[in-house]
């Protein structure tokens, strides 16, 4: 196998990084495979990762005079296991096959370009799945339906404010209170019998919990910072959902602020 330019792969390491990072896994898997992929073709590379930015400092093992360093922004987009999982086994097939860079490039290109499951289907399941957690948790059959409805437009609407950029924490109050409203809704028409149960299962689809894995993980794996910077984020998200639901509870007769 050819050994690249230290820029060239440089250039693609970064890549892999920002796709990586944004699939939503957590960072000790990223450092990993990077450092194989870095090894693999000869070179040895450094990383520290924090929540808005990740530095990389990568050399020639055969001459450390020849390196590169970078700092580059982390983005964040909707957790993708699919896309985590081929990421990694293409960490492994550039160590084990001896992939030239060249392929490694069109292999990720391919990775990116590769479709997501159809946004309707993605919609249908989450509801599906939110209103099944109702019924688990003991909720009545018009509290299950409403709680579909309530995950179908809230789910609905956080993508559109994702669309159009509005702040995270702003689509989390919003969702998660127009998501109570509706069971609340259900529950002024006298339909809904068991309103705790249905008000608590109407926002699970806003629960950031892959995000608290792992944070956990990467505190367990030593990337204090990062983990430490990521619960934090989570706790705020938290909060916002209980903004959310607070402001549902405060104009409605459900009698739990009493």
């Avoid at 020639?60 to 360093?69: A, G, L, P, V, Y």
């Avoid at 609340?184 to 008000?199: R, T």
């Avoid at 706790?235 to 104009?251: E, K, P, Q, R």
């Amino acid at each position: 196998m050819e050994k690249p330019s230290i820029q060239n792969l440089t250039n693609f390491l970064i890549e892999y990084i920002s796709v990586f990072l944004s699939a939503g896994t957590y960072t000790a898997r990223v450092a990993k495979c990077v450092g194989r992929i870095a090894n693999a073709y000869g070179y040895e590379i450094n990383m520290n990762f924090f929540f808005h930015h990740t530095t990389l400092n990568i050399f020639d093992k055969d001459d450390n005079s020849i390196q590169r360093t970078y700092i580059i922004p982390n983005k964040h987009n909707h957790i993708n296991f699919k896309l985590i999982l081929a990421l990694s086994a293409l960490s492994w097939q550039i160590h084990d096959h001896k992939y030239n860079l060249e392929e490694a490039k069109f292999s990720l290109l391919k990775l990116k370009q590769s479709k997501r499951n159809p946004f309707l289907a993605n919609l249908f399941l989450v509801s599906v799945a939110n209103s099944a957690f109702c019924k688990l948790f003991g909720g009545d059959f018009y509290g299950c339906l409403f709680v579909f409805l309530a995950t179908l437009v809230g789910f609905s609407l956080r993508v559109l404010l994702t669309r159009i950029k509005i702040d995270l924490r702003i689509q989390y109050i919003i969702c998660s209170f127009l998501s109570s409203f509706i069971v609340f809704f259900g529950v002024d028409l006298k339909l809904v019998q068991e309103a705790n149960v249905a008000l608590g299962s109407s926002i699970l689809y806003l629960i950031p919990g892959v995000y608290f894995i792992n944070s956990v993980i990467d505190i367990l794996k030593d990337h204090i910072l990062m983990g430490l910077s990521r619960i934090i984020s989570v706790a705020i998200l938290v909060c916002c959902i209980a903004i959310g639901i607070y402001t549902t509870l405060s104009i409605s007769d459900f009698g739990i602020l009493r």
